[in-house]
C-alpha cells in the first residue's frame, strides 16, 4: 500500500480511469453535502493563494482486467462520492462556460472528463456503477435527457444553479479560477493498495472511529509548545477561562474573528489555524505570545456578549445585541464584535455602539426587502471591518462605508418600490421574514408590549394562496380586461402588504375576508386590527398598505447616506429566473405563471424576457395549460428545433390536443424549493386556481377546487368522508415528485414497510399512525391536528411541514408515500385500506 497527498488535477490527468464497483452503493449525495461542498471551495477560491481545504481520502485498488494496452483502470474502494461529485462540478463548469469560455470547456473535457485518445467505455475517467452510469454518460455527452431527477442530475442542477448565482456576483465570476481551485487546492490523500493488499483492511482502518483534531487543538497545542516557560500561567489565568467562556466551535470562531479584526478580510475558518500560525511566527517571545492569549481573553468576554446578549449589562447596547442575534445570521459578528471593543476602550458611548449596531441591522433588513436576499453580504461585512481600519466604528463611518460603491445598501425609493412588487414570502430566510413582520408590529408602540419569544406567530396570507370563489370575485372588482384575477393573485399574495402574523393561521385558512376581519380584529396585535378595518381586500388595499408598511421600515431601519448610488439595485428576478430554469430536470416543465410567481414578476413580463435573452431551458417553459406558447422563441437564430420534439426527446408527454403531461408540471413551490429558497410553504399548497380536470388511464393528475368537491364521495352519517380503494381519486391526488415511483405491493413489501415505518420519527411518524388507523378516510389537515392532539400540530402548515420526515424512508424504499393528498382548499390525506393493514403489520412486528 502507498499513500500521498494530492490534488484532484493530479488524480485526474492522463490516460487512466477510475471505476466505481459493483459492490458499491449509488451516488447518494444529497443537497445539504452538496451545499457544504460548494461552500468550502468558495472559501478556498476567495482565500490566500497557498489555501487548501482537505477533502478527505481515496483508495483506489488496480483493476484485475488491466493488459499493457488499455487505459489503466482503477477501482475506487472509498471516496467514490466525493470523486463523483467533483466530476459532476467539473461537467457544470464545462457546460455553463461552453458558449462563452470555449477553451476552458474543451479543457476540462481534456483533462478531468476523457480520455480523448480511447474508444469506447474507456473515454470516460470517471466510470460509476451501472445503477448510475447512464446518468453521467447523458451528463458527459450533452444528451437531451441529461440532468434529470436521479441523485446525479439533482447534483448537476444544483451546480448549475449555484454557478449562475456566481456569475451574477458583483466582485466577478472567474469561472476558470473555480476550476484550478477545484483541481489544485483541494486536497486528497490517494492510497493506492497493492494487487495482494486486503483494500477492505484498509477502508476500515482509515474510517476507524474517533475524534479529529480541531482547529482550535491544534492552535492550543501551538501556543503552549512556543511557551516552554509560562505554560502553566497562562493556561491557568487565561487559556482555560478562555476555554469556560466559549464551547470549542466558538472558540474555532473566535480565532478566525481575531484574523479579520486584524484586517484578514480573506480568512476562512477551515484555515484558521495556517494563518493564525503564520500571524503567530511573527511573536518572537514568551510575552509577545502571552499579550497575543490575554488580548484573545478579553475578546472572548466581549464576544460571549454577541453569542448572549443577556451578559452585556447596559439596556440600551444588550437590546441592539438582541435584535441582531433574533436576525440570526453570522455575518454579523465580525462588525459586532469590532463594535464591542470600541464600545470597552470608551471610544462609542452604549447609545452610540447601538446605533451603529442598527445601521447593520438596516442594512441586512432593507437588501431581504428589495430582494437582493444575503448574496455577497458575508464578504461586504467581512470588508467593512477592514475599510474601518483605525476609525471608530461609529453609526455614521459605518453607514458611510456601507453606501459605498457595489455595497447595494438600498435607499428609502428603492424600498417603496420593491415592497410593492417583490414576492416576500420567499425572500431571505422564515425567521428573518417573521423578525421583519414583528418589527413592523412592535412599531405601533404598544402600551402593553407583546412578548414574541412566547407567542406561537406564524406568518398568515390575508388574500389566501389558494384562490376561492370568493376571493376570486373579490379581485375582479375593478380589473382592466387584460387581466385576469389568476394572475392578479399571483402578484400580489406573497408581497408584503398582504402578510401579516398571527397565531390562528389554521382558524383563518382560506376563509372569505368577512370571517378573516372577525377573527383579526380580536387580535392583540395593531396591524391586523387595521386590517380588520378594511371593507375589502384587493389589489388597493393590498398595495395602500405595502406603502404604509414600507414608511414603517424606512423610520425603523436607517438607510445609507448622500453618497450612496441612486441608480435602482440590479433587477435580481432574471438572475433568480436563470437559477430556476438551470434547476429544471429533463422531463419536466413549468409555466410562465410559476415562474412570475417565484420571481415576484408577472408572466406577460417573463414571456417577453425568455424570447429576447439566451436562457438555459427556456423551452421547458409553457403555458399553464401545457401548451408551447405561440410566442416562443429560441435565443439562437439559427435554432430551428420545434420545442415540442424537444421536449418529447427529453421525456416530456403530450396529448393529442398538444398539451403537455400536468403530472410533469413543476409548480410555483416546487421550483421554489428546487433552486433553495426557504418558502415556508407546506408541500401540499394548492399553487393553481383552474383545476386540471382532463383525466388519462397513462397519468396520474392532480385535482382541486371545484372539480375535486364534485369527486369527493358523499359523507357518511357522522360526517367522515372515505373512500373505497377502487375510487377514482387514488389516481387523480396531488403528490407530486413523491408519487412518481412504483406503488406499493401489500402482499409482498412487507420487510420494506418495516424498514419505513422504522425510520420515520417524531410528527411524521404521527401522521403515519393516523392514517393507519383510519384506512381510506379523508382527512383534512385540521382533523389531523385534532386527533393528534393540540400540542403536536399547530396548524396545517405543520402537518404539510411533518411529510419532510418522510422523504428519507421513501427514497430508500425506492417506493411511492404510503398514502395520498389532495390539494384544497381544504388538503386532504388518506391511505388506502390494503396499504393501511401493510403497515399495521409493519408496525407490529416493529413494536
Not at 384562490?467 to 387581466?483: I, V
Not at 403537455?660 to 409548480?667: C, L
Not at 424504499?813 to 399495521?840: N, V
Request: with cysteine; proline share 5%.
Amino acid at each position: 500500500m502507498k499513500a500521498n497527498e494530492t490534488t484532484l488535477r493530479n488524480l485526474l490527468q492522463g490516460e487512466r480511469q477510475y471505476v466505481v464497483p459493483l459492490y458499491q452503493r449509488p451516488y447518494s449525495w444529497e443537497r445539504r453535502d452538496l451545499q457544504q461542498l460548494w461552500s468550502d471551495l468558495l472559501s478556498v477560491a476567495g482565500g490566500h493563494n497557498d489555501a487548501s481545504h482537505f477533502l478527505g481520502s481515496v483508495v483506489l485498488a488496480p483493476s484485475p482486467s488491466n493488459t499493457p494496452a488499455s487505459v489503466q483502470s482503477w477501482l475506487v474502494v472509498d471516496g467514490q462520492q466525493r470523486l463523483t461529485t467533483l466530476s459532476i462540478l467539473l461537467c457544470a463548469i464545462r457546460d455553463h462556460v461552453a458558449s462563452e469560455n470555449e477553451r476552458l470547456s474543451a479543457r476540462i473535457d481534456d483533462l478531468y472528463l476523457f480520455n480523448q485518445y480511447a474508444s469506447g467505455l474507456e473515454r470516460y475517467t470517471l466510470l460509476p456503477t451501472q445503477a448510475d452510469r447512464d446518468s453521467w454518460l447523458a451528463l458527459l455527452e450533452r444528451a437531451p435527457n441529461a440532468g434529470g431527477e436521479d441523485k446525479i442530475g439533482l447534483a448537476y442542477r444544483f451546480f448549475r444553479k449555484e454557478l449562475i448565482a456566481f456569475g451574477d456576483n458583483e466582485e466577478g465570476h472567474d469561472f476558470a479560477h473555480i476550476e484550478q481551485s477545484i483541481a489544485g487546492r483541494l486536497s486528497i490523500v490517494e492510497i493506492a493498495a497493492h494487487p495482494d493488499d486486503n483494500v477492505h483492511r484498509i477502508f476500515e482502518s482509515l474510517n476507524h472511529t474517533g475524534q479529529p483534531l480541531t482547529q482550535a487543538d491544534l492552535l492550543r497545542n501551538y501556543l503552549f509548545m512556543r511557551l516552554p516557560n509560562k505554560a502553566k500561567v497562562v493556561y491557568d489565568q487565561q487559556w482555560l477561562p478562555l476555554q469556560k467562556l466559549l464551547d470549542n466551535k466558538q472558540l474555532e470562531e473566535l480565532v478566525w474573528l481575531d484574523l479579520v479584526l486584524r484586517g484578514d478580510d480573506r480568512a476562512t475558518q477551515d484555515g484558521v489555524y495556517q494563518a493564525q500560525q503564520n500571524n503567530l511566527n511573527k511573536l518572537t517571545t514568551e510575552e509577545d505570545i502571552q499579550a497575543w492569549i490575554s488580548e484573545l481573553h478579553r475578546k472572548a468576554r466581549l464576544f460571549r456578549k454577541v453569542l448572549n446578549p443577556e451578559a452585556e449589562p447596559n439596556n440600551t447596547l444588550r437590546r441592539a445585541l438582541q435584535r441582531l442575534k433574533d436576525w440570526g445570521a453570522h455575518v454579523v459578528h465580525p462588525i459586532a464584535l469590532r463594535v464591542l471593543i470600541a464600545h470597552e476602550d470608551e471610544e462609542l458611548s452604549a447609545h452610540e455602539a447601538a446605533r451603529a449596531l442598527r445601521v447593520v441591522e438596516s442594512f441586512l433588513v432593507r437588501r431581504i426587502l428589495v430582494g437582493i436576499g444575503n448574496t455577497n453580504a458575508n464578504r461586504i461585512l467581512m470588508s467593512l471591518v477592514k475599510e474601518l481600519g483605525e476609525s471608530v466604528p461609529s453609526a455614521s463611518e459605518v453607514t458611510k462605508i456601507l453606501s459605498g460603491p457595489r455595497k447595494r445598501f438600498p435607499t428609502d425609493q428603492h424600498l417603496k418600490d420593491a415592497v410593492l412588487a417583490n414576492n416576500f414570502y420567499w425572500t431571505g430566510r422564515g425567521p428573518q421574514r417573521s423578525y421583519i413582520l414583528r418589527c413592523l408590529e412592535e412599531d405601533y408602540r404598544h402600551g402593553e408590549p407583546i412578548d414574541f419569544s412566547r407567542s406561537k406567530l406564524t406568518i398568515e396570507h390575508v388574500l389566501p394562496q389558494s384562490l376561492t370563489r370568493e376571493w376570486r370575485d373579490m379581485l375582479a372588482k375593478g380589473l382592466p380586461p387584460d387581466e385576469t384575477p389568476e394572475e392578479l393573485h399571483r402578484s400580489l399574495v406573497h408581497t408584503l402588504g398582504n402578510l401579516t402574523l398571527t397565531a390562528y393561521n389554521n382558524k383563518l385558512g382560506n376563509d372569505d375576508f368577512d370571517t378573516k376581519k372577525q377573527i383579526l380584529a380580536d387580535s392583540g396585535l395593531s396591524m391586523n386590527r387595521e386590517i380588520a378595518n378594511a371593507e375589502s381586500w384587493g389589489s388597493t388595499e393590498i398595495r395602500n398598505r405595502g406603502r404604509a408598511l414600507a414608511d414603517r421600515a424606512i423610520r425603523i431601519w436607517p438607510g445609507p447616506d448622500d453618497s450612496a448610488t441612486t441608480e435602482p439595485p440590479p433587477n435580481a428576478r432574471w438572475s433568480l429566473m436563470t437559477q430556476v430554469l438551470a434547476s429544471i430536470p429533463a422531463g419536466r416543465w413549468t409555466s410562465y405563471a410559476d415562474i412570475a410567481e417565484v420571481i415576484g414578476s408577472h408572466q406577460v413580463s417573463v414571456n417577453g424576457r425568455l424570447a429576447s435573452s439566451p436562457v438555459a431551458n427556456a423551452h421547458r417553459v409553457l403555458k399553464l395549460n401545457g401548451r408551447v406558447s405561440s410566442e416562443f422563441r429560441w435565443p439562437d437564430p439559427s435554432c430551428t428545433d420545434d420545442p415540442r420534439r424537444r421536449l418529447e426527446t427529453e421525456g416530456v408527454k403530450f396529448d393529442d390536443n398538444g398539451k403537455a403531461s400536468a403530472a410533469q408540471r413543476i409548480s410555483a413551490t416546487e421550483l421554489a424549493r428546487l433552486i433553495d429558497l426557504d418558502t415556508d410553504v407546506p408541500e401540499v399548497t394548492s399553487e393553481d386556481s383552474n383545476p386540471m380536470i382532463s383525466i388519462t388511464d397513462s397519468e396520474v393528475l392532480a385535482v382541486s377546487g371545484d372539480r375535486l368537491v364534485e369527486l369527493l364521495p358523499r359523507p357518511d352519517v357522522s360526517g367522515i368522508l372515505s373512500l373505497p380503494d377502487d375510487h377514482p381519486l387514488w389516481d387523480l391526488h396531488s403528490g407530486g415528485d413523491g408519487h412518481r415511483m412504483p406503488d406499493w405491493n401489500p402482499s409482498e413489501d412487507i420487510e420494506l414497510a418495516q424498514s419505513f415505518y422504522q425510520a420515520v420519527e417524531g410528527k411524521a411518524k404521527v401522521l403515519l399512525d393516523i392514517l393507519i388507523d383510519h384506512p381510506g378516510r379523508l382527512f383534512t389537515a385540521q382533523e389531523i391536528c385534532s386527533t393528534a392532539g393540540d400540542t403536536v400540530f399547530t396548524n396545517s402548515h405543520s402537518v404539510a411541514g411533518s411529510l419532510q420526515g418522510l422523504a428519507k424512508p421513501r427514497e430508500e424504499s425506492r417506493l411511492r408515500f404510503p398514502f395520498c393528498w389532495w390539494q384544497g382548499p381544504p388538503t386532504r390525506y388518506a391511505m388506502r385500506s390494503d396499504i393501511a393493514a401493510l403497515f399495521r403489520r409493519a408496525r407490529s412486528s416493529s413494536a
